[in-house]
Structures are given as structure tokens and as C-alpha cells.
């Protein structure tokens, strides 16, 4: 499947698209993941939808021209971007699809698009509660400091955060995940490129949850029963502010929450069906 973009200045976003269907559904894949996340929804949701799966930047085909520290992606662009494909495909309305950190980019939709967004389907998305090492690694001067030392040095950062699962101040196996991320010099620049890019892009979870809300947006969230990177309990808090209680499904399996590619497709049906 060939990609198809759009550029704007110095960025390009590129995306593929699967199925057919008369309903557009924007995906966006996770950190370290890729558009073929989406493919396998293809088989069960392609006649009903049109999936546009977007590559998140610094990921594929989507790239950001800069030197030495990206620039913000700021909210007024993202939008610009979004429009220009709706466009592309002659659609007001939409619905929105995304896997972990992809899931900020969805929740920006509700609040860009407000009534727009028809549909809001999330797989253990990130973005739903405030992080503080998020924020001070990104919007503080000292924290993007230490954050630009570290590609070079992360050696004290993962003595750290050793100690702090060794203090028990946070689950073993999620600090396991995280410094696996820093191991290698590119997977740093990485992580670090993504965080800076976004940091324009956090979206305010009281203003999502009322929109949804206001505008009847059908809202699914699919969370790992076994998944210590983003537990369910963040999605029960978010379903309770969204007043959605029966919006929360946990599934049988930890943070790969794409490999229950046919039963959250089934959800997904079910849902706009009824």
C-alpha cells in the first residue's frame, strides 16, 4: 500500500488508507509502531469505513525539516492538516481511531473538530491525566536541558529511575519498558524528537470529556487488563467524566491492544449499528 501526503512548509504527513467504506475514519498508530497496526482492522471494518492511518512524525514517511530541536506542532496547523484531508476526501464528519500516544492526536480532534468527530474509539491511549515528568522534560527550561543531556549521557537518568523501582515508587516492569527506550542513541533521539514536537499538542481531558458530552460523540475505550504502561483505571476515570460509563472495555491482554484487532472491531460495529 502506497502512501499518499500532504506538506505544509516544513512538514509532510503521510498516511495509507484501507478499505472502502462510505465512513472516514482517521488512525493513529503508537510510539515505535507503524500505519500497518491499522491494516489488520481492514478485513473487518473496510466496508464500512475508509481508514486513513496516519504515520506519527519521525515515524515513516512523515517528516519535520529542523535543526537541532523540533519546533512545536502547534494546535492551529494540526487542524490546518486535518482539514486539507477531509477536503481531500469531501467529508465533514469523521471518526477517529488511536493506539497509546496516538491517542493524544484523537483527543485533539474532539477538541479542534468539536461536533465534527461522529466517532472516538481509543486503545490504551495516552494523553488522559496529567504527567509531570512529561511536562517538566518538555516545557521547562530545565527539564529540556536535562532531557537534550540525556541523549548524549543516559546513563544517570536509568540509575534513577533503577532506584525509583527499587524504592518501589513505580511498577518494576514499566521502568523496564521505559529504559528500553533509551538504550540505543536513535531510539533516544527519537523518544525525544516525538516529546518535543508534541508538547503543544496536550489536550485539556475536561474540555474533551465535556465536548463528548455536549455533542453525543459515540466514545469506546479498550484497555489490557495487564497493561502496567496506561491501566484501565485511567480509562474508568475517563469514561466517568465523559459520563460513559459503559464505554470502558478491558480486554485479555496487556498494552498490544491491536491484536484484538477483531473483537475491538466488533465493538466498533456494533456500536455504530445500534
Known amino acids: 500500500m ?16 484501507y478499505g472502502r467504506g462510505k465512513r472516514i475514519l482517521l488512525a493513529f498508530h503508537g510510539f515505535n509502531r507503524s ?19 496516519f504515520d506519527l512524525f ?8 529542523f535543526h537541532d530541536t523540533p519546533p512545536p506542532l502547534s494546535r492551529p496547523v ?11 476526501y469531501n467529508v465533514r464528519e469523521f471518526d477517529v481511531l488511536a493506539y497509546s500516544f496516538g491517542g493524544r492526536l484523537a483527543l485533539n480532534c474532539v477538541e479542534l473538530f468539536e461536533e465534527r468527530v461522529k466517532g472516538l474509539y481509543l486503545m490504551a ?45 513505580s511498577n518494576k516492569k514499566a521502568i523496564e519498558f521505559y529504559m528500553h527506550h533509551m538504550v540505543f542513541e536513535a531510539m533516544r533521539y527519537k523518544v525525544y524528537n516525538c516529546w518535543m514536537l508534541h508538547r503543544e499538542t496536550v489536550p485539556d481531558i475536561n474540555s474533551v470529556t465535556k465536548l463528548i458530552k455536549e455533542n453525543n460523540t459515540s466514545l469506546l475505550l479498550f484497555f489490557g487488563k495487564f497493561d502496567i504502561i496506561i491501566p484501565p483505571k485511567l480509562g474508568a476515570g475517563f469514561a466517568k467524566k465523559a459520563g460513559r460509563k459503559h464505554a470502558l472495555h478491558i480486554l ?10 477483531q473483537e475491538i472491531s466488533e465493538i466498533i460495529l456494533r456500536t455504530i449499528k445500534s
Open 252 to 261: 485479555d491482554i496487556g498494552h498490544r491492544l491491536p491484536e484484538k484487532h
Open 2 to 17: 502506497s502512501y499518499k501526503s500532504l506538506k505544509r512548509g516544513n512538514i509532510t504527513w503521510s498516511w495509507k488508507e
Open 125 to 169: 491511549s495516552d494523553a488522559m491525566r496529567f504527567n509531570p515528568g512529561y511536562y517538566f522534560a518538555v516545557q521547562t527550561r530545565i527539564g529540556r536541558a536535562v532531557f537534550r543531556s540525556y541523549l548524549i549521557n543516559p546513563k544517570p537518568l536509568m540509575q534513577l529511575m533503577k532506584l525509583v523501582a527499587s524504592l518501589g515508587w
Open 78 to 88: 494540526l487542524k490546518e492538516f486535518i482539514e486539507a484531508v477531509l477536503i481531500k
Open 35 to 53: 500505519p500497518e497496526d491499522f491494516h489488520s482492522f481492514e478485513r473487518w471494518l473496510g466496508h464500512e469505513f475508509t481508514i486513513l492511518a
Open 58 to 65: 519521525f515515524h515513516g514517511a512523515s517528516t519535520v525539516d
